[in-house]
């Protein structure tokens, strides 16, 4: 987790970096209660992605555990290679449904409609009855998403919901590093 600086947002996030110091450091009481979390901010570039997978591989490294990473278009995308290839050959899905925990990223950027909330919905209760945690991250809270209500209330029951600051650390980020690169061409 040493590579996330919550001191960058300019903000008290200490409530947000006391939850997430748990979460990684206290990773098996989360797990065996099943609980994971669902990062979000309307703010595109606040972090929440480099977040979750910094939580990911600090747990993955921590407790030998095995971590996926898939965003939900591309969740979405690889349910519907199954129909392609036929029973009985591996697949990718089967991956997200049963790693140990599992990142979905960007929820909520997906095409609305009910097949994706059928397959989002089969993924997230597979998940939730297997008692294996998920972080989910999202530019939504959980009660905006438009997707089908057993969905927001699984999330509801097996995440913390976590707020992010409304910042653009990719902006200040972005800024700083061509502030510095101009300052090296030109000598400045």
């Known amino acids: 987790m040493g590579k996330f600086d919550f001191s960058v947002y300019g903000t ?4 947000t970096m006391r939850v997430v110091s748990s979460f990684w450091q ?18 595109k570039g606040s972090g ?6 910094c939580l990911a591989g600090s747990i993955q490294i921590k407790y030998r555990k095995t971590v996926k990473f898939v965003s939900a278009v ?7 290679e199954t129909y392609d290839q036929g029973a009985g050959v591996p697949n990718r899905v089967f991956g997200y449904l049963n790693c140990d925990l599992l990142i979905l990223d960007d929820l909520g950027s997906e ?3 009910a097949w994706a909330d059928q397959e989002l919905f089969r993924l997230i209760d ?7 945690p998920i972080i989910v991250t999202s530019n939504l809270p959980i009660d905006s ?5 057993r969905i927001s209330n699984r999330l509801i029951q097996i995440c913390i919901s976590i707020p992010m600051p409304e910042t653009s650390i990719r902006k200040i980020k972005a800024k700083a590093e061509n502030d510095k690169f101009l300052e090296e061409v030109l000598g400045a």
Not at 48 to 53: D, R, V, Y
């Open 48 to 53: 929440k992605t480099f977040l979750a997978c």
């Open 111 to 113: 095409k609305a409609g």
């Open 145 to 149: 998403l438009k997707c089908d209500g």
């Open 126 to 132: 597979h998940r939730m009855c297997e008692g294996k």
């Open 12 to 15: 008290d996030t200490g409530l």
């Open 74 to 80: 591309e969740y979405l995308q690889a349910v519907k």
């Open 26 to 43: 206290e990773y098996p009481k989360w797990e065996s209660r099943n609980r994971g979390l669902y990062i979000w901010s309307k703010t």
